[in-house]
């Protein structure tokens, strides 16, 4: 049991933090001004449509909102959207039709968006923010009248050591102070809600699970097709979501996570005038988990409608379970934020600390960094897990408090400190925040963390979190950052860390194909790969034919190749919708690359352009709506209208379709092992209650505080 304590006792503290770390959530919604110079606009509807197939997910969302006063206003509605995700379409309905908006230089979108506002012309602007969520404007919601609009994002499919996660972003992480002092939140749906998922898998499925809704609806169509739906106003009340294929353990630990963090936002209408339909104040999860003893292998879709013309391609490989076990003593080095977004949860993160330290053993050190406004050195460099130290340790966080910003580059710099070279040091970070106090250029940061050999493991609190900086820095270390809601399974992002950090790694991992033609080619930026993630290449290939792919890498320096031979098709007219993939990758690249020149200019009208061509909001582009006569009179080419309609083309002839089974290293596996899975590490340890610890434990010690903060709630404390 003690072998492997400290690490699972390091996870139990970072689980831990991520309930603690959720702040005062900062809701999607529309937005009025406080000062209530302008009433407040209503929004009735809000409907949700999740396609998952083929290794990428569409989301498409339908709102209307009502302006019941008696003068046109403007509509401000703010929306978070997964970091790896890029909007396709936004849509105003015009006149009683849908008129999609087209990509412009940022600027110039904003002046034509106010010209037309100005002369009293509908119109609508979506813009991106720094922390990738959306500010969209609509103009004129008329008086007495409503207006309808349509977003649509794509990303690429998260799977990982065979569970997948879709994630829709409600919350927001309340890190901007100002914004919250000004603004209200109006995240009231009135009248109606639904949210739809439907997955399409080429590898059998044989669970999903919606945490947090007992209301959800989980339609199993077979292994292959399922469906989830959340429709607070068109299905009875009180249905426990079905968890096809759990075990009696697992339904009790799900029983006991929903009791601890039951959602709030689906209320039974007493007066269908005062109570709203659905809240918009809390993200909503689902989980895939892949059917047992999956081959791990080679997944590939392309888009070639012309077989004279350049394609585009999606390779997704999902690397087999050959990586071994880590065993010894390991140094950590928490690096804490203490904000004062920390608040009031500060005793239940001393409790999570207490249980990680006393899980500890002689062969494991720690030190403890917290950051606020400055940094400070809580242990006094390293400490052996003697039980004095750790009661020691333990007895001095209690004398802790919360408060201030977040200098989030002195908390890194001293973290780094003192750091012995001949052990195996890791950084376990954790922050909801974006670093506002003290060094902020993102480019200080990753020279900070290129000064040495040490991995970076970086939990990300909610949808506000300067996620392109924090992967970045990962990225750097080849470590690897997690993304996590209040809305997530616990349980499931201990099984993933764990699994990860307990076992090898591929290091300086390289993607090459030769026989075929290929250009452009933008893959995961880390260069390391751990035990259960997957490697997506988007790139370009001129003509069709058979490839050979390679990936190569390092396992504790030993060089480690592993290849196959796949097919390039000819023409593949059925997924359109990576061209935007790769574009949005491309992009990303470039903005990574940015971070170290001193002009930029020429990278902000490559992504100009990539955003023009693709019809992707960037930091540089925005995408706006006028009238039809409009975009003609102002010489605006309707390039992102006919993307968008061979893209819809190719979604319902999809719809209509079997699953297509994606594999195409069938013929010549590139691996020989199955796909790594949470089952068979529960296999090779000896199941649950053996190798190290039990499931069942690690679940309770993680839900003692949630259940304190549920009590607490009660209690009014």
């Known amino acids: 049991m003690k072998k492997n304590g400290f690490r699972q006792g390091v996870f139990l503290t970072i689980l831990v933090l991520f309930e603690i770390f959720a702040t005062k959530a900062w809701p999607a919604g529309l937005l009025s001004p406080r000062d209530g110079s302008l009433p407040d606009l209503a929004m009735k509807e809000h409907h949700v449509s999740v396609a998952v197939e083929d290794g990428y997910v569409v989301t498409t969302i339908d709102q209307v909102f009502e302006n019941p006063h008696g003068r046109d206003l403007e509509a401000l509605y703010t929306f978070p959207v997964p970091e790896d995700a890029s909007v396709a379409e936004f849509s105003l309905w015009i006149d009683g039709k849908k008129v999609p908006g087209e990509v412009l230089e940022k600027q110039r979108a904003k002046t034509i968006y106010q010209e037309e506002k100005a002369a009293g012309r509908e119109t609508g602007l979506t813009e991106k923010n720094e922390r ?13 009248d409503t207006a309808r609009l349509r977003l649509v994002y794509i990303q690429p499919a998260s799977v990982d050591t065979g569970m997948g996660r879709y994630l829709y972003p409600l919350e927001s992480g309340g890190v901007d102070e100002l914004q919250d002092s000004f603004w209200t939140a109006n995240e009231r749906v009135e009248e109606r809600f639904s949210f739809r998922f439907k997955l399409r898998s080429s590898v059998p499925v044989d669970a999903i699970r919606v945490p947090n809704f007992p209301d959800a609806s989980v339609n199993r169509m077979n292994d292959n097709e399922y469906e989830v739906v959340i429709d607070p106003n068109g299905q009875s009340r009180g249905i426990r979501v079905q968890h096809h294929g759990a075990t009696p353990e697992e339904e009790i630990a799900y029983a006991e996570n929903e009791g601890a963090n039951a959602y709030s936002q689906i209320q039974e209408p007493t007066n269908a005038a005062a109570t709203a ?3 918009l104040d809390k993200d909503i999860v689902v989980y895939w988990r892949q059917a047992a003893n999956v081959p791990a292998r080679v997944d590939m879709v392309a888009y070639k409608p012309d077989p004279q013309k350049t394609g585009t391609f999606m390779i997704t490989v999902t690397p087999g379970d050959d990586l071994r076990r880590i065993e010894g003593g390991r140094d950590w080095v928490f ?15 001393l409790e999570g600390v207490e249980k990680a330290l006393g899980a500890m053993t002689g062969l494991d050190r720690f ?3 917290f950051f606020a406004n400055s940094a400070a050195e809580f242990t ?4 052996p897990a003697t039980v004095p130290n750790i009661q020691g340790a333990i007895d001095k966080l209690k004398r802790e408090r919360t408060g201030g910003g977040t200098n989030l580059y002195e908390g890194m710099e001293k973290g780094l400190r003192m750091c012995d070279p001949d052990r195996t040091t890791s950084l376990v970070l954790v922050t909801d925040g974006v670093a506002n106090v003290g060094i902020t250029d993102q480019a200080k940061f990753v020279q900070l963390m290129e000064k040495k050999d040490i991995r970076l493991f970086t939990f990300m609190m909610g949808n506000s979190a300067n996620t392109f900086l ?3 820095l990962t990225d750097v270390s080849n470590g690897f950052a997690v993304s996590v809601s209040n809305a997530d399974d616990i349980v499931g992002h201990i099984l993933s860390a764990t699994g990860k950090v307990n076992h090898e790694a591929l290091h300086g991992v390289s993607f090459s194909v030769d026989g075929v033609r290929t ?7 880390s260069a390391s790969l751990y035990r259960g993630h997957q490697y997506i290449v988007f790139g370009h290939y001129e003509n069709g034919g058979q490839g050979r792919i390679s990936l190569e890498a390092k396992i504790s320096g030993t060089p480690k190749t592993y290849s196959t031979t796949i097919e390039f098709p000819d023409r593949s007219e059925d997924h359109p919708e990576i061209e935007r993939l790769w574009a949005y990758a491309k992009i990303q690249e470039i903005m990574r690359d940015m971070v ?7 990278s902000e009208r490559a992504i100009v352009d990539l955003g023009r061509q693709y019809g992707i909001v960037t930091d540089y582009t925005s995408m706006l709506v006028v009238r039809e006569e409009v975009f003609a009179q102002r010489g605006i080419q309707r390039t992102n209208q006919q993307r968008l309609t061979v893209e819809e083309m190719a979604r319902q002839s999809r719809a209509t379709a079997p699953v297509r089974d994606t594999r195409v290293d069938s013929s010549k596996p590139m691996y020989s092992s199955n796909q790594a899975s949470h089952r068979s590490s529960e296999r090779r340890s000896g199941g649950r209650s053996g190798g190290g610890g039990s499931l069942q434990i690690w679940f309770t010690l993680f839900l003692l505080p949630l259940l304190w903060k549920k009590k607490s709630r009660k209690s009014g404390r």
Do not use: W
Request: aromatic share 12%.
């Open 596 to 602: 170290f020149e001193t002009n930029t200019r020429e």
């Open 519 to 525: 250009r452009d080619l933008t893959a995961n930026h």
């Open 277 to 279: 339909a659905f809240t």
């Open 132 to 144: 990738n969520s959306f500010e969209i404007f609509v103009y004129p919601v008329r008086a007495n």
């Open 367 to 369: 030190r403890i960094v």
């Open 380 to 383: 006094n460099g390293f400490v």
């Open 470 to 472: 924090l992967k970045h």
């Open 335 to 349: 690096i804490l934020d203490q904000s004062g977004s920390m608040g009031g949860k500060f005793s239940t993160l």
